[in-house]
């Protein structure tokens, strides 16, 4: 008999359409978000929406601004560059443990989640290539017989879904790359070499978000210059 899956709480619910429209865009850097228009939206009451964005806002997603209430954050380059250094140690050691501990398991189980990769991409949507992504790295996690590691990666997720994002929209070749990648990590993986498996996770999320900490940066680096030049020149005397 297969255990019952647990439902996800309204909040639950909650937070995941308002960082599906952040992932989607449908909800931009800056925008403010109302909790009457959010429960309205989402037919539900203004509590979890309250309670799904104060978990947000420790979250990182949102966060208060002055004079406007809550609104959503602007992805913080260090945050990024700080979150993916911890991944990858993690997404690492959980491969490393999966290819020690689990290969039997991934040569028989883990195809399935390659298939569901490549019908995402092929599908061309978003949330269905960070669906199988998410996916990919849980069945990992769980083959590497440690709980800890997906415990410490799980509240951190509705960020790196966001980053995620980020990184899919902006580049037609990524996801197909993406997917490659998953192929060689599960081959070491079921290959049961460690070593292997444990480099190649790390670079690969490392990869990842080098390609998009350089893009966030060039884009504040653009920003900030513009703002420089619309600056009022003094008048010289």
């Not at 909800?27 to 909790?35: C, F, G």
């Not at 990858?88 to 989640?113: F, I």
């Not at 292997?196 to 080098?210: G, M």
């Amino acid at each position: 008999m297969a255990p019952l899956q647990p439902q996800p709480t309204l909040v639950e619910q909650v937070v995941n359409a308002i960082v599906s429209e952040i992932v989607d865009g449908d909800l931009p850097s800056n925008a403010r978000l109302i909790q009457d228009e959010l429960a309205r939206a989402y037919g539900v009451s203004r509590q979890p929406v309250q309670q799904a964005l104060l978990l947000l806002r420790d979250r990182g997603l949102v966060r208060e601004a002055p004079g406007r209430g809550l609104i959503v954050s602007p992805l913080d380059v260090d945050f990024v560059r700080n979150l993916y250094e911890v991944r990858a140690m993690l997404d690492g050691l959980a491969a490393r443990l999966a290819a020690e501990h689990g290969a039997d398991r991934a040569r028989s189980e883990g195809p399935p989640y390659l298939e569901a990769g490549r019908a995402a991409v092929k599908s061309g949507l978003l949330h269905e290539q960070i669906e199988a992504d998410m996916q990919f790295h849980a069945f990992l996690n769980e083959l590497s017989g440690n709980p800890l590691i997906g415990e410490t990666t799980a509240p951190h997720w509705p960020y790196l879904r966001r980053v995620m994002g980020e990184v899919l929209r902006d580049d037609a070749q990524m996801p197909q790359t993406i997917l490659q990648e998953h192929v060689a990590i599960l081959d070491a993986v079921i290959a049961g070499n460690g070593a292997e498996a444990e480099t190649l996770s790390r670079t690969h999320i490392l990869r990842a978000a080098n390609i998009f900490v350089q893009r966030l940066q060039a884009k504040q680096d653009a920003t900030e210059k513009e703002l420089h030049q619309r600056r009022p020149r003094r008048i010289q005397r």
